[in-house]
């Protein structure tokens, strides 16, 4: 059973940018993790996998998978990793310029946490509203998806960059 519509989401991506790779060890950061969908697609992938959310029900047993419950700006990160996967959404407005404003705000927090989060040669998958300008830099290839299971009428958007390029 899948905890959530989201892990049809996370495999659509992963199908089309072969970013989790079995048995390569990969460990990996998930922020904005509950309900669990992404989670359940990965962990199954990753040597290891750091779940953060304010809260996070439907929590998976298994030995490689840690949940951190907190606010993401209230973090200190310490290590970095393979792959950073941000689903980081809040609670729709209704208004179009806060919304986006917010999941802007989102956005370029983790891009400025990159040089701490991501490992050199490290993916970042990381959501975003498509009537927002955002930028990234300092990867090898970046592309941005519309994703076939995001319904058609969602603004929603993912960019994906492959080859992080510092550290
Ligand atoms: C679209 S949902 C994630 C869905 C998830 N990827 C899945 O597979 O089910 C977005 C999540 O971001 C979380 N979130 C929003 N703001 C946050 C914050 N400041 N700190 C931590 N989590 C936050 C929400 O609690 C929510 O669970």
């Known amino acids: 059973m899948m905890l959530s519509q989201a892990y049809r989401k996370l495999k659509e991506i992963d199908d089309k940018f072969h970013l989790l790779k079995q048995g390569r060890w990969q460990d990996i950061m998930e922020i904005g993790a509950h309900q669990g969908g992404w989670t359940q697609y990965a962990y199954k992938k990753a040597r290891k996998i750091l779940c953060i959310d304010w809260i996070i029900k439907n929590k998976i047993q298994k030995r490689n998978i840690r949940y951190i419950e907190c606010d993401v700006f209230s973090l200190s990160f310490y290590r970095s990793f393979d792959i950073v996967l941000s689903d980081l959404c809040h609670n729709m407005s209704g208004d179009k310029y806060y919304d986006g404003r917010r999941l802007a705000c989102f956005y370029q927090y983790i891009k400025n946490r990159?040089?701490?989060?991501?490992?050199?040669?490290?993916?970042?998958?990381?959501?975003?509203?498509?009537?927002?300008?955002?930028?990234?830099?300092?990867?090898?290839?970046?592309?941005?998806?519309?994703?076939?299971?995001?319904?058609?009428?969602?603004?929603e958007m993912y960019i994906i960059c492959k080859g992080y390029e510092l550290n």
């Open 114 to 155: 990159l040089p701490t989060i991501l490992k050199k040669g490290g993916c970042l998958v990381c959501k975003y509203f498509n009537y927002t300008n955002i930028t990234m830099e300092n990867f090898r290839t970046i592309k941005h998806i519309k994703l076939r299971s995001s319904k058609d009428r969602s603004s």
